[in-house]
């Protein structure tokens, strides 16, 4: 079966340019790479002719060759694409393009990885919500062993290179015709390994240790429910000379006994008598921050109306100023009259 054109194979041009080249190479390689296509055997071989193309188009000599020759250049002895029997001679030939793809390195180094996010969900009040607050939380996480310092070995000894992988945490898995680079399943892609016998009697050789770590979190003024805060470095730790990862903290707020939350306002119900909804006068109106408010109300105002109290809401988190407060009037009746004020009100159900 005659074989696609190096060039029609990649979607480029024959004038392409390297960098082109590369992203085109890559685009095709993460299209049909065996991994993410397992069990396809076109795939597998797509991916094989994809590589092919690069190996050729990507050298100055095999270029040339292949334009003035076509696939014969490679045939009968003409010198043809290297063959890649081993992981190494892979990565090296292609360099940062499996790097990219595959999230290896060059010459299969695996690149220690960062530490792991964590999740801590908090639960607030509404009013340490509206107020801001400091709270000390306890995160359960994995550290580094105390006795070891994260080798996981006992003191006086210490951990080896791996003899699998040679120290290098990453080993050739062979997938159709070529290899690729996974984690050495002896030392786990440490690249070291510690002897039975030398092993931490803390951690087991493992190198870490489950611990409960105390975490101070500032919390602003004016967070809500979801609300996700970040405290960068008290997340789990990375592999050495690498990073910890981040600790995410999010937030629940709990209901409120006196105040209701509508955005960035704050909703209460203030008992008001009969004869100040009728007359008007002056209420007390209590406010989130434990103080008080004199408001005047209108005469006549009716249950269920409200007033407003401007900026004394909920702070804006992402900017300056609060909401408002409103206080919804519940007009309350007596059960009880003394006669005097049983004569008023007949006197007033006469008029």
Known sequence: MAKTDFYELLGVTKDVGDADLKKAFRKAAMQYHPDRNPGDAHAEEMFKQCAEAYDVLSDGQKRAAYDRYGHAAFESGRGGA???????????HFGDIFGDIFGGRRGGQKRPARGGDLRYDLGLSLREAVQGVKREIAVPRVDPCGTCSGSGAKPGTSAEQCGQCGGRGQVGHQQGPFVFAVTCPQCQGQGRTVKPANRCASCGGAGQQRVEKKVTVKIPAGVDTGTRLRVTGEGEHGQAGQQPGDLYVVLSIQPDDVFQ?????????????????VLGGVVTVPLIDGEDEKVKLPPGIQPGEQVRIRGKGVPHLHGNGRGDQFAHVRV???????D????L???LARD
């Open 82 to 92: 290297p063959q890649h029997g081993n992981m190494d001679d892979m990565f090296s």
């Open 261 to 277: 939350r509508d955005g960035d306002d704050l909703h209460c119900e203030i008992e008001v008598d009969v004869v100040r909804a």
């Open 332 to 338: 309350v009746v007596p059960r009880k009259l003394t």
């Open 340 to 343: 005097r004020q049983r004569k």
């Open 345 to 347: 009100y007949e006197d």
